[in-house]
């Protein structure tokens, strides 16, 4: 018997580059490889890049540049960069990094296997196409060893949005929904495995519009209907919405459908029109609010979670002024705001660009509002009842930690309950990032 080769995969962004790692390491595991978690002791190195902001990209060259000294001990050794700097880059890595041996891009990583046959053969292979085959299908080969309790599904991919400082349009591709039968599949299969909740994941999620099993087209709550009724699967979530396609189905699912968890992201970006305009987000502060309204009216204690940009070219006070009102007008359970950054390419590259020291400044204020009302609702948790899927034990002896319904980090001293379980946990303290509770 051969010995398998080592691969060790990085993930950097979002939850769709964890999934896509997942199908990679799968893809390669039919070529000899285990996976392993250092880099120290790999056949193949493999980064998983995000090109969301100029920090993020930036960071994998200098993660190469560790990667030096291995590469000269074990010239056997491969190095691949997938991913959304693959994407936008392509070349142009091999040409600052001459080191790396594969580049491939998240549409064409089924084709993973080949490409390393390549690099074997001693040769570079680059693949940043958009194919016309399903990658999907072809990365079918899943091994069906036992998993954790969460997992993420990707059901959409891409987007045909353009906003205009976003760099997902060019790197995922245009908009395309998985077909209904193909998701089932994939959830019985992860439920089988250990699954209790599955993460929906697309860019824009709540666009979904799969042929379903006779042809029709479907809905995400369609969807989430179908899914609601594959027997031990206990959690549904998905991720991430836009609102302009928050049909009133899927709000509506958010009252009714028990599996589905009270629990939203859905970025608005800014508070001000002039800007949400600029960026071409096709939605006001307004009607973003009023939306907020009808789907709590339909799920009175949804938490809500957000994404802002700040120092986006030409906000001004008055425009930053909004943004702070409207969070305090949400009040988010989660928000995640960043610093506008300029990404080569896009609309919003080419305008004036706010003062750094400016945007550096609001970063902070929104993020100081944003902490306080993370807090208060946190919080205001003690003394509830939540149920909580446990994941894994925590760092005490006898502890378990898992999530609540509110995606909250829970944890129960000495809980009598094993990693998969579902069980009420009343809080008895909050504490900056986590809940304490007790099992009556
Ligand atoms: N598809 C999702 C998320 C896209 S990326 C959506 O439509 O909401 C995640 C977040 O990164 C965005 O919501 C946005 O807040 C932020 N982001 C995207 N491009 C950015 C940029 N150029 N500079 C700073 N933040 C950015
Ligand atoms: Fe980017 Fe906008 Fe598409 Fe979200 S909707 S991925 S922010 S272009
Ligand atoms: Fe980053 Fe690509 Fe996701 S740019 S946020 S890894 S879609």
Redesign the pocket.
């Known amino acids: 018997m051969t010995t398998p080769k080592k691969l060790f995969i990085k993930t950097y962004g979002?939850q769709m580059n964890v999934y896509d790692s997942e199908r990679m390491a799968e893809a390669l595991g039919g070529q000899g490889y285990v996976e392993t978690q250092t880099p120290d002791d790999a056949d193949m190195i493999l980064l998983n890049t995000c090109h969301?902001?100029e920090k993020a990209a930036e960071k994998i060259y200098s993660e190469l540049g560790r990667y030096k000294g291995l590469k000269a001990d074990k010239p056997d050794l491969k190095i691949g960069v997938a991913g959304c700097v693959a994407q936008a880059e392509g070349q142009e890595i091999m040409r600052r990094q001459p080191m790396v041996d594969l580049v491939v891009g998240p549409q064409s990583y089924h084709r993973l296997p080949e490409m390393e046959a390549k690099t074997r053969a001693g040769e570079k292979a680059l693949d940043t196409d958009f194919p016309e085959e399903d990658k999907f299908e072809k990365l079918k080969s899943r091994p069906k060893a036992q998993r954790g309790p969460t997992a993420f599904l990707t059901v959409q991919e891409g987007?045909d949005?353009f906003?205009a400082?976003?760099?997902?349009p060019y790197t995922r591709g245009a908009e395309v929904s998985r077909p209904v039968d193909r998701i089932l599949t994939e959830a019985r299969d992860l439920v089988e495995r250990g699954v209790r909740e599955i993460t929906l994941l697309g860019?824009?999620v709540n666009a979904y519009h799969g042929a379903g099993p006779d042809g029709s087209e479907y809905t995400l709550a369609k969807l989430i209907w179908d899914l609601d009724k594959v027997d031990g699967l206990e959690r549904i979530r998905f991720t991430?919405s836009?609102p302009n396609d928050m049909t009133d189905d899927l709000i509506e699912a958010h009252g009714t459908c028990s599996k589905l968890m009270p629990y939203l992201h859905l970025?608005v970006?800014s508070g001000s029109d002039r800007i949400l305009k600029r960026m071409n987000r096709s939605h006001t502060a307004d009607s973003y609010l009023r939306l907020i309204e009808r789907i709590r009216a339909a799920r009175p204690d949804i938490l809500m979670s957000g994404?802002?940009?700040v120092g986006f070219p030409e906000e001004t006070e008055e425009d930053f002024q909004a943004t702070l009102d409207l969070v305090e007008e949400v009040n988010y359970g989660y928000a995640?705001s960043?610093?506008?950054?300029?990404?080569p390419g896009?609309p919003?590259a080419e305008r004036p660009q706010v003062d750094p020291a400016q945007a550096d400044d609001r970063l902070q204020r929104l993020q100081a509002l944003i902490t306080r009302q993370q807090r208060d609702i946190q919080n205001s948790m003690v003394g509830r009842t939540v149920s909580v899927l446990f994941e894994k034990p925590g760092r005490l002896p006898g502890q378990m930690g898992g999530k609540s319904e509110y995606l909250h980090a829970v944890h129960v001293a000495d809980a009598p309950v094993s990693v998969g379980e579902i069980a009420q946990v009343r809080i008895v303290d909050a504490a900056a990032n986590s809940l304490a509770g007790v099992i009556d």
């Open positions: 979002c969301i902001r987007c949005k906003c400082f976003c760099v997902v860019q824009n991430t836009h970025p970006q994404d802002f940009i995640y960043f610093k506008y950054s300029t990404r896009t919003a």
